[in-house]
């Protein structure tokens, strides 16, 4: 890995801002008094948080609030619905106590499906009789972690489907407070080769508490790849190359390499100009040296991202900067889903229109993909029929094994923006009419198979 001299930029100081700081950032950047109050309104609901870095390098301030970064890191108008808005409008006019104000922000998150795709109800696995905190077990070959120090990120997006971590409710988070019990899943589950370590960002963690978390998984033989899920190269790009602990992350991935383990980089970039600074390709070059793979993947999300242009853009952007186009995820139905939302016709549209522009390296690419309850559906495009027509669908992923790969058919609509909205065909094979659905499965306690309610 390359050990050059830090330039200036590189060794500042992260510091985050939060609600509080809104009007200081505000008066910083010229912000204007009505999206000044907008921030502060919707922030009371959705989680705020950003660093220097970005509002410095990425957010443009001479398009605000139109710009793709601004609407990604700040809450705004049209995020809530509208008679929610003034209602958190009126009490903060009004100087409500907390109680009332926490009443309603309470209120209104509940309505914002926090934990969409059954994560609380059918993710969450047992070892000895007892759930365990912290942990996501919901295909067979990989189990989703999240360190409880590392439930946070540098910055926050306004459309993350795990808003629910940020906003200080205990009982909305995963959280586990160590890796034992990870582990003793781990020796009771050796068909599960994969850990995706998550949060949050994990990078938020400094390298000790990281490697307390790491290290314990090289003793588990069944686990091969390891796969750390992260913002930290968009928002934070100085993770890897200033900080004072840069080096030795960088040392500990090309630890988990030599050990003959796979370390998988899962990086998160939602918009090219992320990746146009001279930090984040540094970040990328040092992160790549020590042997990790770095896939790339963000979701179509309305107001940010929502044409081709831009997704072309951004994939030839990762391909030359040495990674791996990933995913293109569709909005979860969760959070501001309505302002995000993009329907799968114009997302299908988006995604071919931009696939076709790629040279071949670049086509890993998989997408749209709705990571929905029964897994992880692809719409490979549209067929016209004699009877109409058609969205082509897979499942790329499925709770259910014998699913995998397995193509099916809904009718084409318009306006349908998740898999709950699609009528399914008529030829639609049962079990996957069933899994779609939600009906049960027989297959799915077969010991081996399924285990029990943590598939």
């Known amino acids: 890995m390359s050990l050059m001299a830090p330039t200036l930029l590189e060794t500042e100081r992260f510091r985050a801002h939060g609600p509080r700081h809104i009007d200081e950032i505000a008066d910083r950047y010229g912000m204007s008094d009505d999206i000044r109050e907008a921030v502060k309104i919707v922030s009371q609901v959705l989680p705020f948080r950003v660093n220097d870095y970005v509002l410095e390098q990425l957010v443009d301030w001479d398009n605000i609030p139109s710009d793709p970064i601004f609407r990604l890191v700040f ?54 009789g007892e759930e365990i905190p912290g942990l996501q077990h919901k295909y067979r070959e990989t189990v989703l972690y999240f360190p409880g120090q590392g439930q946070t ?3 926050y997006c306004t459309y993350c489907f795990r808003w629910a971590q940020f906003v200080g409710d205990a009982d909305l988070r995963f959280a586990a407070p160590g890796p034992e019990r990870l582990i003793g899943y781990l020796h009771e589950h050796p068909e599960v080769h994969d850990v995706l370590v998550t949060g949050g960002d994990p990078m938020v963690m400094s390298t000790e508490r990281l490697r307390g978390h790491l290290e314990p998984l090289l003793n588990v033989e069944s686990v091969r790849t390891i796969r750390i899920g992260t913002k930290s190269v968009a928002y934070w790009p100085q993770r890897f190359t200033g900080d004072r602990d ?13 050990s003959g383990r796979t370390l998988a980089v899962m990086a998160h970039f939602t918009h090219p100009r992320e990746l146009r600074t001279d930090l984040a390709r540094r970040a990328l070059e040092r992160i790549r ?21 831009t997704w072309a853009e951004l994939w030839r952007a990762e391909l030359a900067a ?15 889903y309505d ?29 749209p993909v709705m990571s929905a309850t029964p897994g992880k559906v692809v719409v490979d495009g549209v067929e016209e029929t004699a009877h109409g027509r058609f969205f082509h669908l897979r499942m790329l992923q ?27 065909a008529p ?20 010991p081996g198979v399924a285990g029990s309610r943590h598939r």
């Open 75 to 128: 809450p705004q108008r049209g995020m809530l619905r509208a008679d929610d808005e003034k209602q958190l409008a009126r009490l903060l006019r009004d100087g409500a106590p907390r109680a009332a104000l926490r009443a309603e922000t309470s209120r209104i998150r509940a309505g914002l499906n926090p934990h969409p795709s059954g994560q609380k109800q059918l993710n969450v696995p047992s070892l000895a």
């Open 153 to 155: 990120c540098h910055a």
């Open 246 to 258: 840069a080096d030795d992350v960088l040392r500990l991935f090309e630890q988990v390499v030599a």
């Open 289 to 309: 040296a020590t042997g990790a793979v770095v896939y790339c993947q963000a979701p179509l999300v309305g107001h940010v991202n929502d044409d081709a242009r």
């Open 322 to 336: 040495g990674t791996v186009p990933y995913y293109m995820f569709v909005e979860r139905d969760t959070g501001p």
């Open 339 to 367: 302002y995000f939302k993009v329907p799968l016709a114009k997302a299908s549209e988006i995604f071919r229109a931009a696939y076709r522009e790629l040279p071949g390296l670049a086509r890993t690419v998989r997408g």
């Open 398 to 424: 499925a709770r259910d094994p014998s699913l995998v790969g397995r193509p099916f058919r809904a009718r084409y609509s318009v306006s349908a923006s998740w898999i709950d909205d699609l009528e399914l």
């Open 427 to 446: 030829d639609t094979p049962a079990d996957i009419a069933a899994a779609v659905r939600g009906a049960p499965r027989p297959d799915l306690t077969r």
